[in-house]
């Protein structure tokens, strides 16, 4: 079984290694966590995922910038990104900023699974 | 009744022959019609003129061949003893030359004894007496008249025809500097005046020789030689002779120059006083009892209509003025003169003899004379007409300026109006920038909790998924869920609260906005609780951002089903009112922007539930403030629904029923 790749960006390491610890358990994604943002281009460039988490408020870099590094890189235009960010609510954003897709911190593992199978497809049966 | 006889003359006889004496006497007394009668006898010259002294005699007989005193020599003593008593000599020497020397010494007649019969005696006797009288009538005369002359201060002169002295006064020789009258005579004036009198002088006396006519009270003007002067008033007449033909002039002139002076000051006063009057704008005139003008200034005479003030004096109004206004004006003089008061400067509008009209001051003063009676009136009157237009100004200016003052207090009110709303903007303002200040905090806040939250959630949720340690873990785990989404919540609220002012208002319909708030709200309901909706069906759509107002709504409906945990009515009404004043169910600050006849659309909330404690009413729009348990609410719902209904020019008042709950009004201007 081909397992979906996802790179988080987010300088909280406890909430990106949770997330790893999570979803790798289903054993149906494989997580690169990146806690600096100003890495995170290189990292995906190294990991090569199927979709970007990205954490919007970070130390030295705005996660919008780091989309914008991603976004014109013609090896990762293609991956989709989802924001995570604790400073809006969704009733407000409509789901999106910028255009792109986003969830709200603290965010359900509900959500993420939902959000996952949105961005890449149908995930064969298995429960979370 | 009888006639008294008439005193007789006393006779002195003086003689020491008592033959003769007695003849004398027979003689005097024989006729009892006789008017003299011998009163007295001497013997002597000495006792003779001792008795001569006595003057108690009207004529005396005189012997010269007395025991004392012969001859002539005895008539000059008796003589001077008494000057006025007429001595009539008794000689016995029939003698021419004799007799011609006593009367040269003073006898009145010289007869001889002898010769003489009663006859002759009683009529020498008697034009003795008679003579002596008319002589002594006329030496009075003469001093009376020398004494007028001497003594009248009036200059008295006679002159000849050629018109020269021959007889001057004191008066006239002490004006002419001369020491006795007689340097003058045969002088004329030439001598003595300077030309321009003379030659006028010697005029005027030739005329009156010529005609005959006196010169009457002339006043002249005397120069003389030394160069005095002086006024005199002067009468010349002629002189006539027995036979009626002039011979001279005679004259008497007195001096005036002081007169003259004095006339000469008051002309001078009389004409500073005309003066006065004349050149004064005001008029002045003086008035009859029966209105006759006795004196006018020229102003007057002017606004009579003439220059010449005879034109005027001694007429009345009625020769100026129609019947009618003139009988007003005596109406009104005749009232002051009554009342003997004084009318002081009374305002009248008045129309002069050349029809121009004028505002006066008028004031008439009864003139009374010695005995308090008034005789007349005095009138002064001026001309007031620029100093009532001006009034006039004055006061149009003082209403227009109280006017203006009008206008400035409604600037001014205008002003206090801006101010005010410039000091809610400002207060508006502030309340912005605190807003801007929470927004910052609330999303430092948000990412520096939320972050930590997202771990925990994460972290709640693996341990969900793992094998419970014992059967309690699963509940725990739940609690530990809740309280986690509890805090999500409140920071949650605090977003929406400082999240950015700025609606996107579009024409919305109310009534949808409320039917999916309702939807939204579906899962707080408990069982037992029932919705009514009566939403009038041809609402207006409002200008309205509707997101936010669909939070507010539901906001309200989520408080409305929280007070309702046994169930309830929550009732939705929503109608269009067109707003007849300012009532109860408009409050807030923003009320003043809502006008009279304005057409408005209402939302009315009404739940069954708990209500609001009264002492707690007036907080519920602060932030933070809430009357829910721990953990049911945030205490910001109503905080932000005010937010947004004052961003939208909206009211909102919140109220207890009186049977229970609350009541929620919400009104927009359509």
Redesign the interface.
């Known amino acids: 079984m081909n397992k979906k790749r996802l790179l988080v960006v987010d300088d909280e390491s406890g909430f990106t290694r949770l997330l790893k610890l999570t979803l790798e358990k289903t054993g149906r994604y494989v997580v690169r966590e990146e806690n600096d943002g100003t890495n995170a281009w290189l990292a995906a460039r190294d990991f090569r995922p199927d979709i970007v988490f990205l954490d919007i408020v970070m130390p030295k870099i705005d996660g919008g910038d780091v989309a914008q590094q991603i976004r014109s890189d013609p090896m990762l235009a293609h991956v989709p990104i989802v924001f995570l960010t604790a400073i809006v609510s969704e009733k407000e954003t409509k789901n999106e900023i910028g255009g792109f897709p986003f969830l709200a911190k603290p965010v359900s593992l509900d959500s993420i699974t939902k959000c996952l199978a949105e961005h890449l497809g149908s995930v064969d049966g298995g429960t979370v | 009744m009888s006639i008294p006889p008439p005193v007789k003359n006393r006779v002195l006889i003086i003689d020491d022959n008592p033959g003769d004496i007695f003849l004398l006497r027979e003689m005097i007394e024989e006729d009892p019609n006789s008017r003299f009668q011998v009163a007295g006898e001497a013997g002597t010259l000495e006792e003779g003129i001792r008795r001569l002294q006595e003057r108690s005699f009207d004529v005396a007989l005189l012997d010269l061949q007395l025991p004392d005193s012969r001859g002539l020599d005895t008539i000059v003593q008796a003589h001077a003893a008494a000057h006025d008593v007429p001595i009539i000599v008794m000689s016995e020497i029939d003698d021419e030359e004799l007799a011609v020397r006593s009367v040269q010494m003073g006898a009145h007649e010289h007869l001889l004894k002898g010769r003489v019969d009663a006859h002759i005696v009683q009529r020498t006797l008697r034009y003795a007496v008679e003579r002596a009288r008319a002589e002594a009538q006329l030496a009075r005369e003469r001093e009376l008249l020398q004494t007028l002359l001497e003594n009248i201060p009036d200059r008295i002169y006679f002159k000849d025809r050629e018109s020269r002295f021959t007889l001057i006064n004191r008066a006239l020789t002490a004006l002419f500097g001369l020491h006795s009258p007689e340097q003058a005579y045969g002088k004329t004036d030439a001598d003595f005046y300077g030309q321009e009198h003379a030659g006028e002088a010697l005029e005027d006396e030739l005329h009156v020789m010529e005609t005959g006519e006196p010169l009457l009270g002339k006043v002249e003007f005397e120069n003389l030689a030394d160069g005095r002067k002086s006024w005199s008033l002067t009468t010349k007449l002629p002189l006539r002779d027995r036979k009626g033909g002039i011979v001279g002039t005679c004259g008497i002139s007195r001096e005036i120059s002081q007169m003259k002076e004095m006339e000469e000051q008051l002309e001078t006063e009389r004409n500073l006083l005309r003066a006065v009057i004349d050149n004064l704008p005001d008029l002045v005139f003086l008035k009859d009892i029966e209105g006759h003008y006795l004196l006018n200034n020229m102003a007057h005479v002017r606004w009579l209509g003439t220059t010449d003030p005879a034109d005027v004096r001694g007429r009345t109004v009625y020769d100026f003025f129609p019947d009618d206004v003139a009988a007003d004006f005596h109406r009104g003089d005749m009232a002051v003169a009554d009342s003997r008061k004084a009318l002081i400067n009374q305002e009248e509008h008045m129309v002069d003899a050349q029809g121009n009209h004028s505002w006066r001051l008028t004031s008439k003063i009864p003139w009374l004379d010695e005995d308090g009676r008034t005789v007349g009136l005095v009138c002064i009157s001026r001309d007031v007409t620029e100093q009532k237009r001006a009034e006039e100004r004055l006061k149009k200016a003082n209403a227009e300026l109280a006017e203006n003052r009008e206008e400035l207090l409604r600037a001014v009110r205008n002003l206090q109006q801006a101010h005010g709303e410039l000091r809610e903007v400002q207060l508006q303002l502030i309340e912005a920038e605190k807003m801007k200040s929470i927004g910052r905090l609330a999303?430092g806040v948000?990412?520096e909790?939320?972050?930590?939250?997202?771990?925990?959630?994460?972290?709640l949720?693996?341990l969900a998924?793992q094998k419970p340690a014992d059967e309690q873990t699963p509940e725990i785990l739940q609690e530990m869920g809740e309280a986690?989404e509890r805090a999500?919540n409140v920071i949650?609220g605090l977003?929406?609260f400082s999240?950015p002012k700025q609606l996107e208002v579009k024409r919305e319909d109310l009534n949808a906005i409320i039917n999916n708030a309702l939807q939204l709200v579906r899962g707080e309901m408990k069982n037992g609780t029932d919705v009514e909706r009566d939403l009038q069906s041809n609402l207006p759509p409002l200008p309205l951002d509707a997101?936010k107002i669909s939070?507010v709504f539901v906001n309200l409906f989520t408080n409305a089903l929280h007070a309702m945990d046994e169930g309830g009515l929550l009732a939705v009404r929503t109608f269009v009112k067109q707003l007849t004043g300012v009532g109860t169910n408009i409050s807030g600050s923003r009320s003043e922007s809502f006008r009279v006849g304005q057409n408005l659309v209402v939302a009315e909330i009404d739940d069954t539930g708990c209500g609001i404690p009264e002492d707690k009413l007036a907080k519920i729009f602060e932030p933070f403030f809430t009357t829910k348990p721990t953990g049911r609410g945030t205490g910001l719902g109503l905080s932000v629904v005010k937010t947004i209904i004052d961003l939208h020019g909206a009211t909102i008042d919140i109220r207890n029923l009186h049977e229970a709950g609350v009541r929620v009004t919400l009104m927009f201007q359509s």
């Open positions: 999303a948000a990412h909790v939320k972050n930590p939250l997202a771990i925990l959630k994460l972290g949720e693996f998924t986690l999500d949650r977003l929406d999240a997101g939070q």
